[in-house]
């Protein structure tokens, strides 16, 4: 495996700004040496795997064969219980087919009417997947996978977070009582993309080192 110098610059392998802001925020504490893609002129590549670990693996090792740096990039998505766990892998593509996040919820709304009762406070199961994958310019990487398991709530609760991004304000997390939208620093200590970098971070700073 390809080693990794602790003063060598690690390129955030994504174009959306949610995405940077979540990750820079997250990172910054442990002294990481980061570039983010704001100001790239190059596309985005194709998201064609049918997993997260497909999709994170293409984007990681896109980016780090055009600048020939390491590269942190990551793949997640909404799982719902009662959709046989969709979205998943295809949860941006869905949203973006339909015109965006207020369609998405409406059509959420359409799909599970059977499964809400919120007067008795039932919600559909659901789980928020990230995969990151930090791939080298040789083409080899490793592989860090989060869950967080919660439920959907509709209509969105966004609360006062300007922010909020992705599927968050429909998201509540296991044993919370507000979406990740409502209560982001709740969400930046138990969020799926949490616990990947938790354990990209046990990798990068090993306690034997």
């Known amino acids: 495996m390809t080693s990794f110098s602790k003063t060598e610059t690690l390129i955030l392998g994504t174009q959306n700004k949610g995405k940077i802001q979540e990750l820079t925020s997250l990172l910054n504490p442990y002294g990481i040496p980061l570039k983010n893609l704001e100001k790239t002129t190059i596309p985005d590549p194709e998201e064609t795997g049918v997993t997260f670990l497909d999709n994170a693996l293409l984007k990681a090792r896109y980016y780090a ?38 369609a998405f919820h409406k059509k959420l709304q359409e799909l599970l009417k059977n499964q809400i009762d919120s007067e008795k406070g039932v919600w559909p199961l659901a789980s928020m997947h990230c995969v990151l994958v930090m791939a080298w310019p040789n083409g080899e990487f490793k592989s860090f996978h989060g869950i967080c398991s919660g439920h959907i709530v509709l209509p969105a609760r966004k609360g006062n977070n300007p922010k909020s991004f992705g599927v968050d304000p429909i998201f509540v997390p296991q044993g919370h009582d507000k979406t990740f939208a409502e209560d982001t620093d709740y969400k930046n200590k138990i969020s799926h993309r949490k616990k990947a970098l938790t354990k990209f971070l046990e990798y990068y700073f090993p306690h034997d080192a």
Not at 79 to 97: H, M, N, S, W
């Open 65 to 102: 064969k055009h600048f020939d740096e390491p590269v942190l990039a990551d793949d997640g998505g909404l799982c719902i219980e009662a959709l046989d766990q969709k979205p998943g892998v295809y949860t941006k593509r869905f949203i973006e087919e339909l015109g965006g996040f207020q």
